[in-house]
């Protein structure tokens, strides 16, 4: 999931990715990662710190490789929970 936005606080993206992976698990897909960048204006991003341009350019080689471990509906739990 690639996602930008003009606020940088870390708990914005939250509500939207667990959003995301119920909507995953119901398709039974992976989210494989989530990208955020940070800007206000056009080309705002590729100048945010933490590189999420490069950060993209990662998660587009890596797409098919990288390990996704998430639960499913259809995944075996133990039947308690403490």
Not at 34 to 41: A, I
């Amino acid at each position: 999931m690639l996602v930008s936005s003009e606020e940088s606080y870390p708990a914005l993206l939250h509500g939207l990715t667990a959003q995301m992976q119920e909507l995953c698990r119901y398709l039974r897909q992976d989210l494989v990662s989530v990208v955020h960048g940070v800007g206000n204006k056009r080309g705002e991003v590729v100048r945010d710190p933490a590189d999420p341009v490069q950060a993209a350019h990662r998660l587009g080689v890596e797409l098919f490789t990288r390990r996704v471990s998430d639960y499913t509906v259809a995944t075996e739990r133990a039947g308690t929970v403490w």
